[in-house]
């Protein structure tokens, strides 16, 4: 596992987390919601990406 997928997946938590405060904050929670909502499926995209990047690397392994 490389140490830069923790540090991109932090990064976007640290993002999401001051916007979803300042958000709330100025009494925007729908937005709030929508940003957390967002950093989520960014989150995911990139694990998707490292768990399809897994399995091709796994296929030329075994040459299957």
């Known amino acids: 596992m490389d140490v830069d997928l923790i540090f991109k ?3 976007v938590g640290i993002i999401v ?3 979803n405060q300042v ?3 100025s009494g925007r929670e729908e937005q709030a919601m929508m940003t957390t909502i967002v950093g989520l ?3 995911l ?3 998707v990406q490292e ?3 897994l399995f091709t690397m796994v296929k030329t ?3 299957l």
């Open 45 to 47: 995209t990139i694990v």
């Open 23 to 25: 958000l709330v904050r």
């Open 51 to 53: 768990i399809s990047d």
């Open 9 to 11: 997946i932090a990064a």
């Open 17 to 19: 987390a001051v916007l």
């Open 41 to 43: 499926i960014v989150v």
């Open 61 to 63: 392994v075994f040459d």
